[in-house]
Nanobody
Framework: QVQLVESGGGLVQAGDSLRLSCIAS????????MAWFRQAPGKEREFVAA????????NYGDSVKGQFTISRDNTKNAVYLQMNSLKPEDTAVYYC?????????????????WGQGTQVTVSS
Protein backbone atom coordinates (compact mmCIF):
# COMPACT_ATOMS: atom_id res chain seq x y z
CA GLN A 1 0.00 0.00 0.00
CA VAL A 2 1.00 3.62 -0.45
CA GLN A 3 3.22 5.06 2.25
CA LEU A 4 4.19 8.64 2.96
CA VAL A 5 6.79 8.95 5.70
CA GLU A 6 7.69 12.34 7.14
CA SER A 7 10.87 13.15 9.04
CA GLY A 8 12.87 16.13 10.20
CA GLY A 9 10.64 17.52 12.92
CA GLY A 10 11.88 18.41 16.36
CA LEU A 11 12.17 21.01 19.10
CA VAL A 12 13.78 24.28 18.05
CA GLN A 13 13.97 27.85 19.25
CA ALA A 14 12.25 30.82 17.67
CA GLY A 15 14.25 32.05 14.68
CA ASP A 16 15.71 28.64 13.87
CA SER A 17 15.21 26.68 10.68
CA LEU A 18 14.11 23.13 9.97
CA ARG A 19 13.82 21.05 6.84
CA LEU A 20 11.08 18.44 6.70
CA SER A 21 11.24 15.51 4.33
CA CYS A 22 8.56 13.15 3.06
CA ILE A 23 9.44 9.98 1.22
CA ALA A 24 6.75 8.21 -0.81
CA SER A 25 6.66 4.53 -1.61
CA UNK A 26 4.34 2.37 -3.73
CA UNK A 27 3.20 5.56 -5.46
CA UNK A 28 3.63 6.81 -9.02
CA UNK A 29 5.22 9.85 -7.47
CA UNK A 30 5.62 11.89 -10.64
CA UNK A 31 1.86 11.71 -11.20
CA UNK A 32 0.96 13.33 -7.90
CA UNK A 33 0.71 16.85 -6.66
CA MET A 34 2.31 16.91 -3.21
CA ALA A 35 1.51 19.13 -0.28
CA TRP A 36 2.19 19.89 3.34
CA PHE A 37 -0.49 20.59 5.92
CA ARG A 38 -0.18 21.24 9.63
CA GLN A 39 -2.38 20.87 12.65
CA ALA A 40 -1.88 22.64 15.95
CA PRO A 41 -3.56 21.40 19.15
CA GLY A 42 -7.24 22.28 19.15
CA LYS A 43 -7.17 23.66 15.61
CA GLU A 44 -8.23 22.50 12.16
CA ARG A 45 -5.70 21.00 9.80
CA GLU A 46 -4.29 23.90 7.80
CA PHE A 47 -2.89 24.05 4.28
CA VAL A 48 0.79 25.00 4.23
CA ALA A 49 2.11 24.48 0.70
CA ALA A 50 1.64 22.47 -2.47
CA UNK A 51 3.84 21.68 -5.45
CA UNK A 52 2.90 20.48 -8.91
CA UNK A 53 4.03 17.22 -10.48
CA UNK A 54 6.96 18.82 -12.27
CA UNK A 55 7.83 21.15 -9.38
CA UNK A 56 7.35 24.22 -11.56
CA UNK A 57 4.25 25.47 -9.79
CA UNK A 58 4.00 26.10 -6.05
CA ASN A 59 1.52 27.77 -3.79
CA TYR A 60 1.56 28.62 -0.13
CA GLY A 61 -0.78 29.32 2.71
CA ASP A 62 -0.96 32.97 3.64
CA SER A 63 0.56 32.38 7.06
CA VAL A 64 3.80 30.89 5.68
CA LYS A 65 4.31 32.78 2.44
CA GLY A 66 7.88 34.07 2.25
CA GLN A 67 8.91 31.97 5.26
CA PHE A 68 8.58 28.36 4.00
CA THR A 69 9.69 26.79 0.71
CA ILE A 70 8.37 23.57 -0.76
CA SER A 71 10.42 21.51 -3.20
CA ARG A 72 10.52 17.99 -4.60
CA ASP A 73 12.94 15.50 -6.09
CA ASN A 74 11.16 13.10 -8.40
CA THR A 75 14.25 10.90 -8.64
CA LYS A 76 14.02 10.22 -4.91
CA ASN A 77 10.21 10.20 -4.51
CA ALA A 78 10.70 13.00 -2.02
CA VAL A 79 9.09 16.28 -1.12
CA TYR A 80 10.62 18.79 1.25
CA LEU A 81 9.56 21.77 3.34
CA GLN A 82 12.24 24.27 4.25
CA MET A 83 11.04 26.31 7.22
CA ASN A 84 12.93 29.46 8.16
CA SER A 85 12.55 32.03 10.92
CA LEU A 86 10.34 29.69 12.88
CA LYS A 87 7.88 31.16 15.37
CA PRO A 88 6.04 29.58 18.30
CA GLU A 89 2.82 29.75 16.25
CA ASP A 90 4.41 27.36 13.74
CA THR A 91 4.21 24.64 16.38
CA ALA A 92 2.12 21.79 14.97
CA VAL A 93 2.15 18.31 13.57
CA TYR A 94 3.16 18.58 9.92
CA TYR A 95 1.64 16.16 7.42
CA CYS A 96 2.64 15.24 3.90
CA UNK A 97 -0.19 14.58 1.44
CA UNK A 98 -0.58 13.45 -2.17
CA UNK A 99 -3.28 13.90 -4.80
CA UNK A 100 -3.80 13.07 -8.45
CA UNK A 101 -6.63 15.57 -8.48
CA UNK A 102 -6.67 19.34 -8.74
CA UNK A 103 -3.13 20.70 -9.01
CA UNK A 104 -2.19 22.85 -6.05
CA UNK A 105 -5.49 22.40 -4.27
CA UNK A 106 -5.68 23.65 -0.68
CA UNK A 107 -8.61 21.45 0.25
CA UNK A 108 -7.84 18.59 2.61
CA UNK A 109 -10.56 16.44 1.09
CA UNK A 110 -8.86 16.56 -2.32
CA UNK A 111 -5.85 14.64 -1.06
CA UNK A 112 -5.86 10.88 -1.48
CA UNK A 113 -2.95 9.87 0.74
CA TRP A 114 -1.52 11.14 4.00
CA GLY A 115 1.52 10.50 6.12
CA GLN A 116 1.49 9.99 9.88
CA GLY A 117 2.94 13.41 10.60
CA THR A 118 6.03 14.82 12.26
CA GLN A 119 5.96 17.11 15.29
CA VAL A 120 7.50 20.55 15.10
CA THR A 121 7.74 22.50 18.33
CA VAL A 122 9.10 26.04 18.42
CA SER A 123 9.95 27.51 21.79
CA SER A 124 10.03 31.24 22.45
Amino acid sequence: QVQLVESGGGLVQAGDSLRLSCIASRLAFRSYTMAWFRQAPGKEREFVAAISRSGNSKNYGDSVKGQFTISRDNTKNAVYLQMNSLKPEDTAVYYCAATVGVVGTRRRDDYNYWGQGTQVTVSS
